[in-house]
């Protein structure tokens, strides 16, 4: 007769599933052991275990230290918030007073344009008067004030002003002379 091999089989799902579970368990135990040698030696402290297992309550000395952890943190929010209102209030006020000083920047930036403006339109009026003769240039500018005068001559060359000074009435050439000097003329 013939024999037939034996094949090998495989092992059923129940099997498998048992011998998981005998590992498990093996895992837990262990995992347990080790847990409480730790907890004997010092090493962890596990009484926190108690407060979140059920039946489990805290000390009173526990609670008690709870509470006082509780209210200085309470003190503690408390004065973290209103450090934190008076620097948004102090924040505000330098945000208001950035857009207050950019605005005065934007009126000095329009200022100084407008002052650089008049003062190229007062060096081509210069031009002008230095372009033309001394003595015609005297003879119109004797028609004008004395501060557009010493604008005009301020804005000229050195040999230009003397010029026409020397051109112009001797008394006006005086006083506009002492004007462009810094000077207050007397009279």
Same mark, same amino acid.
């Given at each position: ?59 009173? @000395?526990?609670?008690?230290? !709870? %509470? $006082?952890? &509780? =209210?200085? #943190? ?21 945000? @208001?007073?950035?857009?207050? !000083? %950019? $605005?005065? &920047? =934007?009126? #000095?930036?329009a200022d100084l344009a407008q002052v650089q403006k008049k003062n190229a339109d007062q060096k081509s009026v210069a ?9 015609? %240039? $005297? ?9 557009q005068v010493v604008v005009i001559l301020l804005h000229l060359k050195r040999d230009q002003q003397a010029a026409i ?7 006006? $050439? ?14």
């Open positions: 007769m013939a024999r037939i091999a034996a094949m090998p089989q495989r092992p059923t799902r129940r099997s498998f599933l048992l011998s998981l579970l005998l590992i498990l368990i093996v895992l837990v135990s262990v995992g347990g052991l080790a847990a409480l040698l730790l907890n004997f030696l010092g090493l962890v402290s596990f009484t926190s275990l108690k407060d979140v297992w059920p039946g489990g309550k805290p000390t009173v @000395a526990e609670s008690d230290a !709870l %509470a $006082a952890e &509780v =209210a200085a #943190l309470k003190k503690d929010k408390a004065a973290l918030e209103a450090e934190r209102s008076r620097l948004k209030a102090q924040l505000e006020e330098s945000e @208001a007073k950035i857009q207050e !000083l %950019a $605005a005065q &920047v =934007a009126k #000095l930036e031009a002008v008067y230095g372009n033309m003769a001394p003595k015609d %240039a $005297a003879r119109i500018l004797a028609e004008l004030p004395d501060d000074l020397a051109a112009l009435e001797g008394g006006r $050439a005086a006083r506009l002379t002492q004007i462009m000097a810094g000077q207050t003329p007397a009279g």
